[in-house]
């Protein structure tokens, strides 16, 4: 009660103290919706470790069944005569990955900078806006016109560096690393141009003040101030790359093994798990193994993201 006097003594006067006490009753719509949004982040970590908890279960008999060596390092995948060597798989997907990363996020990152640093504000929301399409746009386009355009493209450079008469094709991980490139610039330019965005612009204002040019400003200032995000943006982009499916099939020629030269077609996890899920049927070791080789996409997608907040963490206390 004692309480209640003192709080009442410090309301101000023109606020009634019935509406002090009306706003402190509970209120039952502010309980809905906290009680629904709770809900709904509760139900995005339940799905998630759910599905997680799925594939694991599955993958790991996938593994009992055919051993982690076999299918890690075995270099013949042949469904049909129940041999499962993921080597192949693994290969193709890292390979792709790595030059989408080099041909796509590296240079979208570098588009960032200079977008955000070095050119007028006014053309900023046209980069920013034309990006946002870019990533709009769905993955199988992307494949049809890389089929269309890019791979006759890729099979004259590879009889140009090779000869004609070897046995190359457009179709393999050059064309796949081209187009997964392109597919994955638009999202880390994005992510990119919001990290360099939270740089504080008093830093940028001290930099000028110090004489230093907006190229100084922009590679000794924002580009390391931003350093974490960025990274993060690269790694996520090669995260993508790893796990995009339609696209990569219609560029990577399908063939289930460790190809010759970047012009040679193979596969990749994604890919190869779309065209055997049809015939595998479930409970079976061919359907227990796309579990695992799904497992093994996973631990590749999470070991990425890991080592983009270790590098992260180290670049900022550096």
Known sequence: ????????????????????????RPRWGEIAIRGFIAACGLFVVVATAAVIMFIARAGVR?????????????????????????????FGTAISALGAALVGAIPALLAAVWVSELT???????????????AAVPSVVYGW???????????????????????????????????LGIMIAPTVFLLSLDA??????????????????SWQTAFRICLPGAGRSLFTAVFFGFARAAGETMAV????????????????????IS????????????NTTASNVLF??????LVLSAGVVLISRVVGRWGSKA
Request: cysteine-free; overall charge neutral.
């Open 1 to 24: 009660m004692a309480s209640k006097t003192a709080l009442a003594a410090e309301i101000p006067p023109f606020v009634p103290a019935e509406r002090l006490r009306a706003s402190a």
């Open 62 to 90: 996938g593994i009992r069944d055919v051993g982690l060596g076999a299918l890690l390092s075995g270099e013949i995948w042949k469904p049909e005569a129940n041999v499962f060597g993921g080597y192949p798989l693994i």
């Open 120 to 134: 007028p504000k006014g053309a900023r929301s046209i980069y920013r806006r034309t990006m946002e399409v870019a």
């Open 145 to 179: 016109l890389a089929l269309v355009h890019l791979v006759p493209q890729a099979e004259w450079v590879a009889h140009a560096l090779h000869g004609e008469d070897v046995q190359v094709s457009g179709e393999g991980l050059a064309s796949s690393a081209v187009l």
């Open 196 to 213: 360099l965005s939270r740089v504080p612009g008093t830093l940028r204002e001290a930099s000028a003040a110090l004489g230093a040019s």
């Open 249 to 268: 099939q219609m560029v990577i020629g399908g063939a289930r093994r460790v190809p010759a030269n970047l012009f040679s077609p193979t596969t990749t």
């Open 271 to 282: 890919t190869q798990i779309v065209m055997d899920m049809q015939n595998a049927t479930p």
């Open 292 to 297: 695992s080789m799904s497992l093994v996409l």
